[in-house]
Structure formats: structure tokens, C-alpha cells
């Protein structure tokens, strides 16, 4: 590939009700639909709406040429809609190695919750830290590289020498920087402590050799101010807050 140009999902109902069960206290995070099916706020569709107007605004030189995107709800739709606002022509594919982290028993809990319902879970993250910890049915940072590893790999040879927007979750754009940047354990979780990849915002790598990668933009969401649309940061990956 040429480019990636990377974007986490518009707000979904989910990182809303998560908010929301954390500040209140609560265990249990009230979301009936399982995470695959978990759509859009409304907000998050505003967000996808304005990133369909930076789409628009690329010129045909530095416009993505192909989509990839989770196969999760909340991510199809952001794509969806971003290319039909954008006027671009394309149809995702979607590839389910760019799906959410999988948090196993974890799932639904908040902070609160784990350290209340799986105590030695909770200790367990402590002293692993987030990058090697897996819960019980679930998946690590390190399995997430992974598949990821694996299916860059795959794009590679199937998308070679074009620009490649990838529509997916905040954990896998930052996990796409860590392969493609060489970064460390301690880099990556660093930087997303500092700089929590926001909703609908746009990440661009640009290749500068045959494995070399530059980053040419880190979450930028100008595109929201300028039409109007929220700008949101919700820690998706809530198995993953700094401990």
C-alpha cells in the first residue's frame, strides 16, 4: 500500500451507554445488543455525515482508492455514510480481523464491576498490564496484533501501491500504528494515554519506503468543527483504561 488512512467509528449507543454506567458508578453496562450489532448514536451520525464531507474534499490524488472496514454495526455504518455524503463510488470490504477486541468475561462490565465481580481478574490486568492481559474468553493487545499483523499483510498484496481508507475501532487503529511504525509496548500505550483516538477523526500513514511509515496526520477532526458535528472521545476499549 501506498497510504492507510485510518478512522475509528462515529459514536455509537454503546460508547454512550459505557459513559454513562462508568460515571454513574455502575457494574454493568445496560446495552441490549451484543458489540457486532451495536449501531450509531445520533451523533455518530453526524459524525460520519461530516466525514463524508472530507472525503468529498480530497482531491484525486490523495483520495482513498479502496475501503476496509470491521464488520461491526457501528463501523459499517460509519463508512456507509461517510462514502454516500462523500459522493465516492465504493464499496466496503469488510474483514472480520478489524472487529473490536474481544473482552471475553469482561464484557458489559465496567471498572467498577470487574474489580467488584472478578477480583483476581482485576489483579491479574494489574500486574500484566494491558498490553499482555487477556480475560477468560477474550483477547490480549498482543492477539489483536496478531490478526492485525496478519491482515495488513493480506492488504499489502491485494492493494499494492494504492491509498486504503480502513474504517474500524480505536484499539485496532492504534494497533495498526504499532506494526507499521515498529513501536514499542510502552510507545503505543503511552500514546494512547495522551492521545485517545476520537470518533470519526482521521489518521494518515504514508509509506516512505518499502516498510517504512510516516504519520501524516494523528486524529484530526477538523472536518467535525467545520460542519458542525460533536466531537466525542469514549474509551472503547474499556478493558484497557490505565491501570
Avoid at 480481523?97 to 470487574?114: K, P
Avoid at 489483536?144 to 499483523?149: C, D, F, G, K, Q
Wanted: net charge negative; with cysteine; hydrophobic share 40%.
Amino acid at each position: 500500500m501506498a497510504e492507510l488512512v485510518l478512522v475509528r467509528h462515529g459514536e455509537s449507543v454503546g460508547n454512550v451507554a459505557a459513559t454513562r454506567a462508568e460515571r454513574a458508578g455502575a457494574e454493568v453496562i445496560d446495552l441490549a445488543t451484543r458489540d457486532a450489532d451495536t449501531p450509531l448514536s445520533r451523533r455518530g451520525e453526524e459524525q460520519a455525515e461530516a466525514l463524508g464531507t472530507w472525503l468529498r474534499e480530497q482531491p484525486d490524488g490523495s483520495a482513498p482508492q479502496s475501503v476496509w472496514c470491521s464488520p461491526y454495526v457501528r463501523a459499517v455504518q460509519t463508512a456507509t455514510i461517510a462514502l454516500r455524503a462523500g459522493g465516492r463510488d465504493l464499496a466496503p470490504h469488510l474483514d472480520e480481523r478489524l472487529r473490536d477486541r474481544e473482552l471475553g468475561i469482561l464484557d458489559l462490565l465496567t471498572t467498577r464491576g470487574v474489580e467488584a465481580r472478578y477480583p483476581a481478574e482485576a489483579a491479574r490486568r494489574r500486574h500484566l498490564g494491558k498490553f499482555y492481559y487477556r480475560p477468560p474468553g477474550g483477547e490480549s493487545w498482543a492477539d489483536l496484533v496478531l490478526r492485525v499483523r496478519a491482515f495488513l499483510g493480506d492488504l499489502d498484496r491485494a492493494e499494492d501501491g494504492r491509498r486504503v481508507l480502513l474504517v474500524a475501532h480505536d484499539a485496532v487503529i492504534m494497533v495498526v500504528r504499532y506494526v507499521c511504525e515498529g513501536l514499542t509496548e510502552h510507545e503505543v500505550l503511552d500514546l494512547g494515554r495522551r492521545t485517545p483516538v476520537r470518533n470519526a477523526a482521521v489518521t494518515r500513514l504514508v509509506r516512505t519506503g518499502a516498510a517504512a511509515w510516516t504519520v501524516a496526520a494523528f486524529n484530526d477532526d477538523g472536518h467535525l468543527a467545520r460542519e458542525g458535528a460533536p466531537v466525542t472521545t469514549h474509551p472503547g476499549d474499556r478493558d484497557a483504561l490505565p491501570h
